[in-house]
Structure formats: C-alpha cells, structure tokens
C-alpha cells in the first residue's frame, strides 16, 4: 500500500521511521519531507498547506493512505479532501480539528461535557477582556484561541502582565486572526503529562504517557517552546490516574464530539495537569505530539500502518498495541537563538556515529541537505531519542549520543527526564 505523509518535523521523520516497519507498506512519499524521511520513501516537494497538489499528487501515485502530521492542514480540512477524492487519511475532520485549532470551541465541549479544566472566559474584545483581567487578583493565563505554533499561551502571575498580552494578542495581532478570540483562564499548578490515544471515533486506544519540556530553559525557564525534549512513559500518571484521565477525559470527549456531529477520528492528544484537585485539562491536540511521538513510536511494537488503517475504517477494537517495556528520552537539539531568531545553514557533524550506537535514533527535523552535507535549516533541528532499561540509562544514552554530535550555536537543555529520575 503507498503512503503519503505530509510534514517535515522531527515528529513526521519517526512516523516514517516507523511505517517502514511495515511489511504493508509499498512506497513512502513524504511531503515535503527532511533528509530522515528521504532514508525511507521519496520527498515530494510540496507545501503541508496545497491542500489541492497533494490530492492530485496521492491520486496519481496510487496512494490508498495519507497520513496528517502538523495542525494547520488538518484545520483546513486536509483529511475531508482526501476522503472526498476516495483516499483514506488519517486525521481528524477540519470540523473535529476545532477542538486543536479553536480552543473556545474546545473550551464549550468541556463546559457541556463536565470534563476537569481550567476556569475560563473567553473575550472577542480588548476593553472587556482587560476589565475582565484588572478584576482579578491572582495569576492568569492568557491564551490566543487559534492556532499559534504552540506560542499563544501566557502564563502571568500578575494581572497587568496579563492585559499587556491580551493586548498583543487582540490589538497588536501578534498571531493575526489567530488572536481574533482569547481566553483568560485561572493558572494551575502541578505536573504535566502528555495523553495520546488513537480514536476511531468509538473506540479510543491510549498509547504509552509521555511528558514533553516546553520552556527553552533548564528547570523549565524561559519561554515556551515547540517542545524541547520529552521522555515515555511519563511515570507520574500512575494506572489510577490513567483511568480516571480516560473516564472523565477522553470517553466525554469523544462522545461530545459525537453530540455535536464531528466525529472524532485520527490522535487525540490531551495536554493535562495533575493537579492537587485531579487531572484538569490544559489544552487539546488533534495529532501527534511533537517531540513526544519520537520517544513513544521508539517503544511502540506494533505496526503502525496497521494501526493508522484501522483508525480510519473504525474497527480499533481488532487490533492490539504492544510496547517495549524500556525507557525513551528524546533530547531536542535546536539552533541557537530559537524561539527567537537564529541562523540557518550551519554544517552538521557526527550523525551517523551516533546513529549507530545501539538504541539510538536521531530524528531529523528542520535540517536540509546540502551538497554532501546536512546543514540546520529550523529551529528545532533534531531530536535525538534512546532506549534505556531506566530512565537514567536512557537519558545517559540520549547524551552521549547528543555529545557526539555538533553544529554551530547548537543548543541543548541538558535536565530532559530529570523530574522522572527525581520521583523515582
Ligand atoms: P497549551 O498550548 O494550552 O498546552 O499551553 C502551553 C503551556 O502553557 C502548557 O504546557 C502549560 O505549561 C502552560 N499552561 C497552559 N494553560 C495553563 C494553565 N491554565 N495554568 C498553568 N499553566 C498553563
Ligand atoms: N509537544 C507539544 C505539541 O506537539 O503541541
């Protein structure tokens, strides 16, 4: 069976990695790719947003399966044009891909559906959002309700911090009509994990937790980025309170979804707080996490491509997932300067050894090839994943092969899995 998979992220080089394990799979095409995904399949060079090119590219490769990585097609309705042209796509709906890309819309699911979230309000107007705000007395996190990268969240432990970002946002459109809306929330506190599960619209599959690092800084400082590194499983989620994620989670969503018309069918990734009061939801996500897919697709055993199939035709219920009982620690390495500025176009040495060593994957992400050489062209750059029989081990491994590799302003945080390690 051929396969299009569109996306060029850290996260689309491990689904590739991983899909090539099938003995199912026919070709690969990647769009547009980097030079990991180029190992298993062909680059097509064509932008994750020509929504019209890679259905006329799939129809004529014979592709039966399109696989949606990033947010932004999957919103516009990427996987209703494939499925309108006969092809399978594993995704959401651009209607269920709401509760990702519009997170008041995400915000009233749960209202209606009594699932454990942030208190809220949501403004589509400055001077009511900034009273709104100066009434407060405590921290406040202020969110664009759109699609922002995964930058559209501040958290401020003032209120007139508060109002300065709202105002960004709404009237300084630092995320164009993405900052149309906003939503003021209460600050939670507590630890966070990752929740991924393939839903077919009735059945829900959660895979292996994991915990992604999303501050650029060392004991989580700094701004927020893409995600600087994550670990699986995430051990704070203990088999209790998976169940209870499940129960007052993923089971009402899904059925929300259901009530509300817009069958959920492809990854539905809960960001969730563990907070003192119980799981409380930070956000929604209609995909693959990114860097969480590395290290969970490295424990995963079962084949993907079978797994993908079935979410699409909605019998999950006939296959089993199976993993690898080790650890996985994926260290993001990134450009210096990210997730401000940075340059592009600086030489990669040492991939290959410390892609050999055993247990060791390094997942490309914004890199491209030059000539004979692989130079960095993105912010995140790689994401170097290890298996470990602790998680100790696996983070020594993740380093050792981090330190084996080397490119000009290449930055690093050097504690990823270290809250796995504390609470051990
Ligand atoms: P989101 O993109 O909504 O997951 O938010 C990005 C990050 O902002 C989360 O991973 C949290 O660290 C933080 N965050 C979001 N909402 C809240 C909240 N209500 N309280 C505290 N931190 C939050
Ligand atoms: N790692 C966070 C995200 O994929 O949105």
Redesign the pocket.
């Known amino acids: 069976m051929n396969v299009l998979l569109v996306g060029s992220g850290g996260r689309e080089h491990a689904i590739a990695w991983k899909l090539a394990q099938s003995p199912k799979l026919g070709k690969l095409y990647t769009a547009p790719g980097n030079p990991g995904t180029a190992d298993y399949g062909k680059n097509v060079d064509i932008d994750v947003n020509d929504i019209e090119a890679l259905v006329k590219f799939a129809q004529s490769k014979d592709v039966a399966l399109a696989v949606i990585g990033p947010e932004d097609p999957l919103a516009a309705g990427i996987v209703d044009a494939f499925e309108a042209a006969g092809i399978k796509a594993f995704g959401p709906s651009g209607a269920a891909a709401q509760l990702e890309a519009d ?1 008041a819309f995400a915000k009233e699911i749960m209202r209606a559906n009594s699932i454990p979230t ?1 208190e809220s309000r949501i403004f589509d107007n400055f001077p009511d959002a900034k009273a709104y705000i100066a009434s407060r007395d405590e921290a406040v ?1 202020i ?1 664009a309700a759109g699609l922002a990268k ?1 930058k ?2 501040f ?1 401020c432990d003032e209120p007139a911090d508060g109002i300065i970002a709202a105002e960004k946002i709404m009237c300084e459109n630092l995320f164009g009509e993405a900052g149309a809306k906003v939503i003021v ?5 507590g630890e ?1 994990a990752s929740i991924l599960a393939f839903v077919d619209g009735r059945n829900i599959y959660v895979m292996e937790t994991s915990q ?1 690092h ?1 501050p650029i800084g060392e004991g989580d400082t700094g701004p ?1 980025t893409g995600g600087m590194g994550a670990y699986c499983p995430a051990r704070c989620v203990t088999d209790k309170l998976m169940d209870q994620i499940s129960a007052e989670v993923l089971v009402p969503t899904i059925d929300g979804m259901n009530r509300e018309g817009s069958t959920f069918r492809g990854i539905l990734y809960a ?1 969730i ?1 563990l907070t003192k009061g119980g799981p409380r939801v ?2 929604f996500n209609a995909r693959f996490g990114d860097p969480e897919t590395q290290p969970i697709l490295m424990r995963m055993k079962s084949d993907l491509l079978e797994v993908m199939l079935a979410t699409c035709m909605g019998n999950l219920d006939e296959v089993t997932l199976e993993w690898d009982e080790r650890v996985a620690v994926c260290v993001v390495m990134a450009s210096g300067g990210y997730p401000g500025d940075y340059e592009k176009g600086k030489k990669i040495s040492g991939l290959e050894a410390a892609g050999k060593l055993d247990g060791v994957m390094v997942f490309h992400a914004g890199t491209a090839k030059k000539g004979d050489d692989i130079v960095t062209a993105g912010g995140r750059v790689l994401g170097v994943t290890a298996l470990g029989d602790t998680v100790a081990e696996a983070k020594e491994l993740a380093y050792k092969a981090v330190d084996m590799i080397s490119f000009d302003g290449a930055y690093c945080r050097r504690d990823i899995a270290d809250k796995a390690i504390e609470s051990n």
């Open positions: 997170k942030a996190v969110k995964g559209g969240v958290v929330e209460e600050k939670l506190l966070e992604d999303k927020n960001g707080m930070l956000e």
